[in-house]
């Protein structure tokens, strides 16, 4: 059972750089989630997609795209990478219906220097 | 808005310890409660969740019981084990149906000395 699959799993840029961090889940989950996770802060949700072809602004969405392909795979791009974007990014997604827990990826370890 | 708060860390207990993780919520609506808990170089994974008022969750010894009157969900176990060693989350849901976004406290790091 694969689940929720982030690549990459770690990654270095220069500011500036671009860069799309990749997420497919197996299970026919309708809704998907970008969040990403920082010491002392929690996790905070970046976007979410309750459905293939939506998309709706998290918490935290400066700075950040995304891109639900299909059902299956929803991707986050940072068009022009900064230092603060450095951070633990995860993938999650839900099947729909009440009080269903969310299934995460590993998360892609991202580094921007 | 919806907000979590949880016991800052980190916590060091010895095994066999009884844990206790405090956590309350501020919620306009009746949400429903979870914890998670992540281990080293993994995702999230779901510990225990509570739907409705006064409903326990259980599981591998962690309970925690959905008290409305004091808006809290704290984390219990009656005796910690080495591997129990992780960073706890508490997290509630928004009830809007289709559109199941979660709220996560900071997070509690737990390190449990043999």
């Known amino acids: 059972n694969a689940g929720v699959t982030q690549t990459p799993k770690f990654q270095v840029l220069k500011t500036g750089q671009s860069m799309t961090l990749q997420c497919a889940q197996d299970?026919?989950?309708?809704?998907m989630y970008w969040y990403r996770q920082d010491p002392g802060m929690g996790l905070r949700l970046i976007y979410y997609s309750a459905s293939e072809g939506t998309t709706d602004k998290g918490e935290v969405p400066n700075g950040y795209n995304v891109s639900r392909l299909n059902k299956r795979e929803f991707s986050l791009r940072l068009e022009s990478a900064a230092p603060s974007q450095t951070s633990v990014y995860f993938c999650?997604?839900?099947?729909?219906?009440?009080?269903?827990?969310?299934?995460f990826g590993d998360g892609t370890r991202l580094s921007i220097l | 808005g919806d907000s979590v708060t949880q016991m800052e860390g980190p916590v060091t207990l010895s095994e066999e310890a009884f844990l206790t993780i405090n956590c309350t919520y501020t919620a306009t609506g009746y949400p429903s409660l979870f914890w998670y808990v992540q281990y080293p170089g993994e995702g999230l994974q779901l510990l225990l969740k509570a739907t409705k008022a006064d409903d326990k969750g259980s599981n591998k010894g962690f309970e925690a019981t959905y008290r409305k009157e004091t808006t809290s969900f704290h984390l219990e176990k009656g005796s910690v084990q080495v591997s129990d060693s992780a960073v706890y989350f508490c997290a509630l849901s928004d009830r809007d149906f289709g559109n199941e976004k979660l709220t996560f406290g900071t997070g509690t790091r737990l390190t449990i000395i043999p």
């Open positions: 999650a997604s839900v099947d729909r219906g009440r009080d269903q827990p969310q299934h």
């Open positions: 299970m026919n989950h309708n809704s």
